[in-house]
């Protein structure tokens, strides 16, 4: 199994950009899918997350209207659509996927046995 993550760069305040998640040696459709984002020094926080069909998004409260998480069976390709950057967005994002996770659950990070390699996005004001 491998997760890859992609799209991270450097955007100024206020605009956008979109992460890609490309799975591969999986069924991407038992899988539940999230984003993390980890700054420096700081914990790795809970993003979104969305359900094994795509529907059921759900959102850190920092990141509600501005975030967009979806993912495509049939590419076996997940993403995270980030509008309205800001500084504090700038984080290394990682993508992860479960086939056991349960709803109440999706937030934690130890919930996840799958992770992409992360990739750096940089916000600056």
């Known amino acids: 199994v491998q997760l890859q993550a992609s799209g991270g760069g450097w955007v100024q305040a206020g605009g956008s950009v979109r992460l890609s998640c490309a799975a591969s040696?999986?069924?991407?459709?038992?899988?539940?899918m999230s984003w993390f984002r980890q700054a420096p020094g700081k914990e790795r926080e809970f993003v979104a997350t969305v359900a094994r069909r795509g529907g059921n998004a759900r959102y850190v409260d920092s990141v509600k209207g501005r975030f967009t998480i979806s993912k495509d069976n049939a590419k076996n390709t997940g993403y995270l659509q980030m509008n309205s950057l800001k500084p504090e967005d700038t984080a290394v994002y990682y993508c992860a996927a479960s086939a056991t996770v349960i709803t109440s659950n999706t937030h934690a990070a130890s919930a996840y046995a799958y992770w992409g390699q992360g990739t750096q996005v940089t916000v600056s004001s």
């Open positions: 040696g999986l069924t991407f459709s038992n899988y539940v």
